[in-house]
């Protein structure tokens, strides 16, 4: 507001000296002179005025839970056995998709769900939130040295878990935060509401420039879990795990020399319209009237086609020009001459230097890199924040970032891709700028402790044979 306030002073004050010379005889002589002077500074703060503000990341936190949260596979099915709400086909069922899965052999799961029985009140459900989030904004907090009375927007999302007060005003009664800033709350906005934060924030912060916006990912498990015996609907209890992430963004000038990143280009596609899309992935109650989230046999297919949706918007921001040259060539084959060829998927690895894909499960990155062509290089940080951390839903894509940076692989320069899928059905992205090479040595991340033992070997799926 300051900056708009001293802006409009220095546009009234040129448009006051231009009419002065006018009416002042000793300014009439050189009124040209002053007039064109004062036409070219009106020019340019008209040109400062209409150009959105930069937005920077300054740092981001991912939330490692402590040990008493860890858990095995072994675990996790000694404990559905036990509560005993498993049919003997589905226990087997579980016990298949948990091999297949890519998670690995230790994940984290809230301690309420190790309990015998397991603990599903309200308050164990806001026990697992607060302990993510307030342990994701202390160590943000404590990495980039701002105070929290500084931070003037608040961006929370969780999809399933909306207590009444609010996860932000969680956060703003924890930290006190000031009576002023801008609190938003997101719920149902499926695994894409991660990027989705950061397009939200950015909005906000260029509306308002000189600003902090805190930007909040998680899922509560607790409150996810699904207690009956539709298959459809027990692949969640399978995939994901606990976790979140917190991110510090700015719209001042003067943190460009301190943030990791800028953030370039952000786009957001919804393919809601169509029905099998709106309803691939849903909450609801199955015949026992136990609620869950079911998961449609379309929801690759949707993915599929809501990726090259997404990629005809994305391609001409990032793109080389001549790929631009090859997809446009391509479009007007198919779409105006009418050609039976395939569509040509562009050669994203010309855009960007790292891929960071939403976990959203073995089966979903295995048809992102076959349809991007991407080497398993790229696909690293996914498929080991999958086997190490599990789908943390929203959170994923910050889990992979610091994957990137804990192996030294982010260089001044370097573009990042975050990528997410979500529900109804929307696929979200954000484009990152390094701005300096990321020192490993000064990273303090989830993978900090044990970054030198990944990545790890994953066996492949066995090839379906008919017989």
Known sequence: MLHHFNMNILFTFLLAVATACFYVPELKQRGSIIIASCMAMAMLYHFLMKRPCKVYLVDFA???????????????????????????????????ILDRSG??????????????????????????TDTVLFGAVDELLEKTGIEAKDIGILVVNCCLFNPTPSLS???????????????????????????LAVDFAKQLLQAHPNSYALVLS??????????????????VNCLFRMG???????????????????????????????????????????????????????????????????????GPLVLPLSEKIKFLSNLIERKVLKTKI??????????FEHFCIHTGGRAVLD???????????HMEPSRMTLYRFGNTSSSSVWYELAY????????????????????????????????????????????????????????????????
């Open 218 to 235: 998680t899922e509560n498990e607790i409150s996810s879990m699904y207690w009956g015996n539709n298959p459809s609907m027990l692949l």
């Open 62 to 96: 991912c939330f490692k839970p402590s040990v008493a949260c860890l858990c095995s596979k072994e675990t996790l099915l000694d404990r559905a056995k036990r509560v005993g709400f498993l049919s003997d086909e589905n226990y087997k069922l579980v016990t298949k």
């Open 342 to 351: 395939e569509s040509y998927m562009p050669n994203f690895k010309l855009a």
């Open 367 to 377: 048809r992102m890199q076959k349809s991007l062509e991407l080497e398993d290089w």
């Open 404 to 467: 990137c940076e804990g192996k030294g692989r982010v260089k001044k320069g370097d573009r990042v891709w975050q990528m997410a899928f979500g529900s109804g059905f929307k696929c979200n992205t954000a484009v990152w700028l390094a701005l300096n090479t990321i020192d490993v040595g000064s990273c303090r991340s989830a993978w900090r402790d044990e970054i030198g033992n990944f990545p790890v070997k994953i066996d492949p799926l066995p090839v379906k044979t008919n017989k």
């Open 244 to 314: 979140g992430s917190a991110a510090l963004l700015s719209s001042h000038p003067s943190d460009r020399r301190r943030a990791k990143y800028q953030l370039l280009h952000t786009l957001r596609t919804h393919v809601g319209a169509d029905d099998n899309s709106y309803s691939c992935v849903f909450q609801e109650e199955d015949e026992e009237n136990k609620v869950g989230v079911s998961l449609s046999k379309e929801l690759m297919n949707v993915a599929r086609d809501a990726l090259k949706v997404h990629i005809t918007s994305l």
């Open 169 to 195: 005003d969680s956060i703003i009664n924890r930290y006190k935060l000031r009576g002023n800033i801008l609190a938003y709350n997101l719920s149902g906005m499926g695994c894409s509401a991660g990027v």
């Open 103 to 128: 998670l690995g052999p230790w994940t984290y799961v809230p301690e309420g769900l190790l309990a015998i029985p397991p603990k599903l009140t309200l308050d164990e459900a806001r026990k697992e």
